[in-house]
Structures are given as structure tokens and as C-alpha cells.
């Protein structure tokens, strides 16, 4: 977890293993979700969660409605994951709805079968210079 703390954001990276039981997932993932909320911090959550956000499906459903309570949404809609045989998004970046995205986006940096992913938000500062952050 890191806190940027002139912004009111805390980031959380977390990675879901896709043998993992989702239940547990969801009850950790509320845990966390409730101290961020607790802490009056915007949230910013980012991982691979190995769940294909572009499947129709109940485990799917249930991440999306804990999500929904917490009025939360990815910002990520390309896919992510492409390889010869398939293609997936499971690679997120979940914000407030209300939080103000300039932009989403998915770029190949050529490391990985994943492919990156980049998200800019306006902090409403006009006047400070831009600052990039590079979370690995």
C-alpha cells in the first residue's frame, strides 16, 4: 500500500492468483477497501486480479457488485493479457467513479504477455507542475 499523500490517494497493487478461492479475494478486498474508506483516501487499486473483465459470468458478477457498493469502477477496457490463444482483461486500475480520468490506456511495453497500463487523472491543481509516478 502506498499513500500519496498530496493528492489523498492510496494505492494498493495486488495480485490474485487464479487458483485462489474469489471469496476470499472479496472479503480481503473489502477489508481494504473499507480502511481506505475509513481513512477519508481516494482509492486507486491496480493488480492483476486474474478474473477477464470482458467474460459475462457470476464470479465476475460478485467482484463487480462489491465493487458497485463502494461506487467503484475499473478504468481499464482493452484488453491486457494477449497471447496466441487468447485474450483477456484481468490487468485493472480501480478508482472512484467520481474521480476525474483524462485518460485510460493499455500499452505493449514488449516484457510481458500483459500489457501495461496507464492512467492520468486530473487532481483539480492547476498550478503545480506535472508529476509522473512510476509504481512497480
Known amino acids: 500500500m502506498t499513500e500519496l ?5 492510496i494505492i ?3 495480485y490474485r ?8 479475494f472479496l472479503k480481503n478486498l473489502e477489508l481494504i477497501m473499507q ?3 475509513s481513512r477519508n ?8 486480479w486474474n ?15 462489491l465493487l458497485e457498493s463502494y461506487d467503484m469502477i475499473n478504468t481499464v477496457r482493452s484488453l491486457t493479457r494477449i497471447t496466441p490463444s487468447t485474450e483477456y482483461l484481468i490487468d485493472v486500475i480501480i478508482i472512484n467513479k467520481d474521480n ?5 490506456s493499455v500499452v505493449d511495453l514488449g516484457f510481458s504477455d ?3 497500463q496507464i492512467l492520468r487523472i486530473n487532481t483539480g491543481e492547476r498550478n503545480r507542475r506535472t508529476k509522473t509516478i512510476n509504481i512497480q
Open 5 to 9: 499523500v498530496d493528492y489523498g490517494y
Open 12 to 14: 494498493v497493487c495486488i
Open 17 to 24: 492468483s487464479p487458483d485462489s478461492k474469489l471469496w476470499i
Open 35 to 37: 480502511t481506505i474508506h
Open 41 to 48: 483516501k481516494k482509492p486507486l487499486l491496480c493488480g492483476n
Open 51 to 65: 478474473l477477464n473483465f470482458m467474460a459475462d459470468n457470476r464470479r465476475l458478477q460478485e467482484l463487480q457488485n
Open 100 to 104: 476525474p480520468v483524462l485518460s485510460a
Open 114 to 116: 500483459h500489457l501495461a
